[in-house]
């Protein structure tokens, strides 16, 4: 009986480019809550249901949820796929890289303690499952598909007999690495996004970039949608006030946040800083469109029965009239 090929078996090698190169990441994991934003270990699962899509995220004891650090690594992958198809180099899930080229691509040291942290990262990648209807076509019984997956099928490390690592391979999920590969789903990041230290943070910035875009009108979230979005376990009133911090600092590159209220109801505004040249490189296809008649931006439509019930949370794009401090790593510290 012949011996089924393994998945490995099955792709080929793809080799990381050297060189600097621009900061990609994959629109969905910018709109949606697929990543802890805490620290500390994280076990609770993250459950979001919008405009027809639903997720569940969760991880193991041992490791916990993936966080937002953990997807520099993603940040890194999907950035070395599209500058391989510009250059006319075929990309592959099975990717191998040294860990300090991924550490300097992330703005990392690379110290012991930083490739300590770049394993656990990788671990709670592969060990974090996420089942989701985003991008699953609907049956013609009107029955959706749920995907399920890791972000990292397998990795395996080489070590040298001094102890030291020589390379990593790692397997994509077909999920992301299908996203990636379609221009149109991905975006740029600004080229400072690494220095952005807090989870919220990080989030808030690829929540406002992917919703505000270069739309000169900017854009703007209810303060409670935005929580819902975040999968943040904070209570909404610590969370606002971060994000209250986060708009008087203006600690996000590239755009200009400010606080609204209108009718009871607080809101988070934003559009692009005309002011910061790096926005000319923030490319790509256009954000989400147009807002329907309750007042909810394109992608999020939330469903009654979800927490909030009110049908008008949501963003819609209307007139709106740093250095950040250095992460702490990959892994929790």
């Keep these: 009986m012949s011996k089924r090929p393994s998945e490995r078996e099955q792709l080929s090698l793809f080799r990381a480019l050297p060189g600097d190169m621009a900061l990609r990441d994959a629109q ?17 699962p993250i459950r979001f249901e919008a405009g027809g899509v639903s997720l569940t995220v969760e991880g193991v004891p041992e490791h916990g949820i993936a966080t937002i650090w953990d997807a520099d690594v993603l940040i890194w992958a999907a950035s070395q796929i599209v500058q391989a198809k510009k250059e006319g180099i075929a990309p592959s899930r099975l990717m191998v890289a040294t860990p300090y080229e991924i550490l300097r691509f992330a703005e990392r040291g ?31 019984n009107g029955a959706r598909r749920t995907h399920r997956f890791s972000w990292i099928n397998e990795w395996k490390e080489y070590i040298r007999p001094d102890g030291r690592s020589d390379g990593i391979e790692l397997i994509l999920a077909d999920w992301f690495f299908s996203g990636v590969m379609d221009e149109a789903l991905v975006l740029t990041l600004d080229p400072t996004y690494f220095r952005l230290s807090g989870g919220i943070e990080r989030w808030l910035y690829r929540v406002v970039r992917k919703h505000g875009g270069r739309q000169p009108g900017g854009w703007r979230f209810d ?56 926005q000319d490189d923030l490319s790509t296809p256009s954000v989400d469109e147009v807002v329907d008649g309750v007042w909810t931006g394109s992608v999020d439509h939330p469903h009654a029965p979800r927490v909030i019930t009110r049908r008008t949370i949501g963003g819609t794009p209307a007139p709106t009239y740093r250095k950040a401090t250095p992460s702490n790593g990959l892994g929790t510290p």
């Design 28 to 44: 969905d994991l910018m709109a949606y809550p697929f990543f802890s934003l805490a620290k500390s270990p994280r076990t609770v």
């Design 223 to 278: 303060m409670r949608h935005l929580h819902l979005k975040s999968g943040s376990l904070q209570r909404p009133s610590d969370f606002a006030i971060q994000v209250r911090q986060l708009a008087r600092r203006q600690a996000l590159p590239g755009y200009r946040l400010t606080m609204e209220r209108r009718g009871g109801v607080e809101w988070l505004a934003f559009r692009p800083s005309p002011a910061d040249p790096c």
């Design 110 to 140: 690379t110290g012991r303690s930083d490739y300590m942290a770049l394993r656990a990262a990788l671990d709670r990648l592969q060990s974090t499952t996420v089942a989701t209807t985003l991008r699953q076509r609907e049956r013609p």
